[in-house]
């Protein structure tokens, strides 16, 4: 059924005249997003839209002399809003994919897409291959993070895949599992809402792997649009030269989320 869906939003999109919209100052700018995914996006207890990509973009629509306004939404029927023109940008950690890049255009990357290992600070696994011998290390059900690591450790280990990653957190926490390799962000998510109280930590380097797991993530605007499209990738140059990026990186995670440098 997504499939089905996916096609008809792609054969919608493409079938729009493209007639872009010259931008003036104070022009409203409505931002999709489903604000259930702290620190990135969420609401606070009077139900005001906070994270790091909600301050991200406040600061970039300040810069770009727009005016900004936050939508809550389901995060599968995102594009299809931007589409009913309920939304403008789509701002909801969304990963560039092939597919998507059909339907929408995406800005430069915001964050990087970033994998890592999430193990008992007593467990004596140091990141390095052989660390991992004879362990059982529990991924999300689905392939590409099994296939990853097949193909990264020496063996002999044993995989656990999960449809809910919360069942592995369990699992973890009860020593059924050795390791999770997997989301940093879903993992960092976790820790520190109280991971590393049960005496948990990241494990080795973070994992930068563009050709596996994707360059990341960015916001998204209808395409025909450039002038929405320039006005935050010159919104996100800026932040990124001013250090406002660098402040709100700092102010969310103990590590970095952007791209890192060659």
Request: glycine share 10%; net charge neutral; charged share 20%.
């Amino acid at each position: 059924m997504i499939k089905n869906v996916l096609g008809c939003l792609l054969a919608f999109a493409l079938a729009l005249p493209l007639t872009p919209v010259a931008l003036a100052d104070d022009t409203v700018v409505k931002i999709g997003t489903e604000a259930d995914y702290p620190p990135f996006e969420f609401t606070d207890s009077a139900g005001a839209f906070q994270g790091f990509e909600v301050d991200l973009l406040n600061r970039i629509c300040e810069t770009q002399h727009l005016s900004c306004v936050f939508v809550n939404g389901n995060f599968d029927s995102l594009i299809a809003d931007l589409y009913a023109h309920k939304i403008d940008v789509i701002a909801s950690q969304m990963s560039i994919t092939e597919r998507r890049q059909k339907l929408v255009d995406f800005t430069g990357v915001v964050t990087a897409a970033q994998v890592a290992w999430i193990a008992r600070r007593s467990s004596g696994i140091s990141g390095q291959p052989e660390s991992f011998k004879g362990l059982v290390i529990g991924v999300k059900n689905d392939a590409l993070y099994a296939n990853y690591i097949k193909g990264a450790l020496q063996g002999p280990l044993t995989i656990t895949a999960y449809s809910a990653m919360d069942a592995a957190y369990d699992d973890l926490t009860k020593g059924k599992i050795d390791a999770i390799f997997g989301d940093k962000y879903m993992q960092w998510d976790w820790l520190r809402k109280g991971g590393q109280d049960k005496g948990f930590q990241f494990i080795g380097k973070p994992i930068y792997d563009a050709a596996t797991f994707g360059v990341g993530t960015a916001f998204a605007v209808r395409k025909g649009e450039p002038d929405l499209l320039k006005a935050l990738n010159d919104g996100l140059t800026k932040a990124n030269r001013d250090g406002t990026f660098k402040y709100l990186n700092d102010k969310y995670f103990p590590f970095s989320v952007g791209v890192p440098a060659k």
